[in-house]
């Protein structure tokens, strides 16, 4: 795909490969490890650097039961998606199923989005930064949503799984909901999709929309503040807070927001900011906007930013 034209084309890769990569899956390479697995960090004879996770099979089946999750990872290319470039099977030499499974990534060497958002001061992204990093993620997750067939839904996206490469562009790590994984915790099954269910197909899309909305809402509330959020009850407190200063004054909405922008941020582009976010963490689902609509209004808020810091009569304050 053109946004993933500047990667290599998927591949299949020899275990050898990896283990030459990794200097034989040594412990130093090992940057992180949970249920999905361990994740190691490799480079390639042609200096290429990979971040590759591990899958342990549970149960034995042939490379053949993956072939379409696997088809269906290769596809997922964006600017904004960490993408995959390729995989490896390993396989029992008795009887030829599966034991281990590779999955090769992108490896984004920048850290994670909150770092840039709560972190040291002097690291901390602009408001224009903020914005641009909020509209790649919502561009992320239209692409999981419409640029594939299965759309993959309900990501459970946290602002710790999107990446900053080396232009300081974000990236999306994510699970993705994908089968592959779901079976290697031991839910054989869990589809994307589940046939016989009583909900709608399209009742069951809207639903799981509006669930990525939801974070993507806790996400720009992150990004306002300026602070961690680690725990979902804060997230009502705050977002009650925000409503709040919506409909008082410039002074009061900038006193909220992270104190390295405030000063910098148009009210008009904050308030904009602002309103979208209350309206994802709406407690009724049908109440949040669509992804679209959340797009839409952050490029909005960024035209609005750049207006007002060219010093164009547009501005409003």
Known sequence: MKLGASLPAYRSYALEELKEATDNFDASSLIGEGSHGQVYKGKLSD????????????????????????????????????????????????????????????????????????????????????????????????FLHTGIVPGVYSNNLKITDVLLDNNLQVKIRSYYKLPLLAENRGTMGAVLSSPGSRVSSQARVKREDENDVYDIGVILLEIILG????????????????????????????SIVDHTVHKECSDKSLKTVMEICVRCLSSEPSGRPTVEDVLWTLQFAAQVQDSWSEGTPNHED
């Open 227 to 254: 602070r961690s959020i680690m725990f979902y009850n804060e997230v009502s407190v705050l977002k009650d807070l925000l409503q709040v200063s919506i409909t008082t004054d410039d002074i009061a909405r900038r």
């Open 47 to 142: 200096g290429t650097f990979i971040a590759i996770r591990c899958l342990k099979m549970r149960k034995r089946y042939s490379p053949q039961t993956y072939t379409h999750h696997i088809e269906m990872i290769s596809k997922l290319r964006h600017c904004h998606l960490v993408s995959s470039l390729g995989h490896c099977f390993e396989c029992y030499q008795d009887d030829s199923s599966m034991s281990r499974i590779f999955l090769i990534f992108e490896f984004v060497p920048n850290g994670t989005l909150r770092s840039y958002i709560s972190g040291l001061p002097k690291q901390r992204f602009t408001w224009t930064q903020r914005i641009a990093a909020a509209i790649g993620v919502v561009k992320g997750i239209q």
